[in-house]
Every structure is written in C-alpha cells, then in structure tokens.
C-alpha cells in the first residue's frame, strides 16, 4: 500500500509559477522597477524563463534556463540568452526565500556583483 501511495507523489518546486520583478539592490545601491515595461520569470519545475513584456511591443524571451533547489539554495544554469552573456552555461547560487507571495534571490554574481531581486507572485 506505501509503495502505491508513493507512487503518487509530487516534488513541485515552490517557485513555480509567474514572477514579476519588483526592484532589488544591486551592490548595495536601489534597483528600481521600470514604468516602460515589466520583467517576468516563469518556473516549472526544473526549468525557467525570463521575459520583457513591453505595452505595444511583442513579448520576448531574453533567457531561459535550468534550475535545481537544495534547502535555501537554488541553482541556475542560463541555456539561452538573447544578448551575449557571460553567464551561458555557468550555474549561479542564489539563496532564496519565500514569504507569502514574495519571493528573494541573493547572490554574488562571477563578475563580483552582489545582488538582492524581489519578485511577486502574479500567477
């Protein structure tokens, strides 16, 4: 009967869902959100991607990814961007949390950066 149950069972990854980016800290100094357009990051349950949605433009993807979470920590790996980056195919550590529809990430980028991005919930 456990073995059935177990069956079963689910790992959804708390951060699925539809992000939007509410502002952060960029090396301590404000980041502010845009009136022109909205960034949005969208998670399933190992993958993501981050769109600019701009009022009278098409939507675009400016990068996707894999990701995987370990306690706080979650790992993201940019498979796609659509600027060159230097961040393709590295895999960033960001700690996370989670507060009700909010969600953390901070990290010292490869180049030094310390950020800190707030998203909200919208879906």
Same mark, same amino acid.
């Given at each position: 009967m456990i073995v059935f149950l177990c069956a079963f069972t689910t790992d959804k990854s708390p951060l699925r869902g539809v992000w939007e980016y509410r502002g952060g800290l960029i090396n301590g100094k404000h980041d502010s959100v845009s009136t022109s357009y909205k960034l949005q990051r969208t998670y399933d349950d190992q993958h993501y991607q981050a769109k600019v949605i701009e009022k009278g433009q098409k939507t675009f993807i400016?990068?996707?990814?894999?990701?995987k979470l370990q306690a706080d920590t979650c790992f993201?790996?940019? $498979?796609?961007?659509?600027?060159?980056? #230097? @961040? %393709?195919?590295?895999?960033?550590?960001?700690?996370? $949390?989670?507060?009700?529809?909010?969600? #953390? @990430? %901070?990290?010292?980028?490869?180049?030094?950066?310390?950020?800190?991005?707030?998203?909200?919930?919208?879906?």
């Amino acid at each position: 009967m456990i073995v059935f149950l177990c069956a079963f069972t689910t790992d959804k990854s708390p951060l699925r869902g539809v992000w939007e980016y509410r502002g952060g800290l960029i090396n301590g100094k404000h980041d502010s959100v845009s009136t022109s357009y909205k960034l949005q990051r969208t998670y399933d349950d190992q993958h993501y991607q981050a769109k600019v949605i701009e009022k009278g433009q098409k939507t675009f993807i400016y990068e996707k990814g894999d990701y995987k979470l370990q306690a706080d920590t979650c790992f993201e790996t940019q $498979t796609y961007c659509d600027q060159p980056s #230097k @961040l %393709l195919g590295k895999t960033v550590r960001y700690i996370y $949390t989670l507060s009700n529809d909010t969600l #953390k @990430l %901070l990290a010292t980028l490869p180049n030094g950066n310390k950020i800190e991005d707030h998203w909200v919930k919208v879906h």
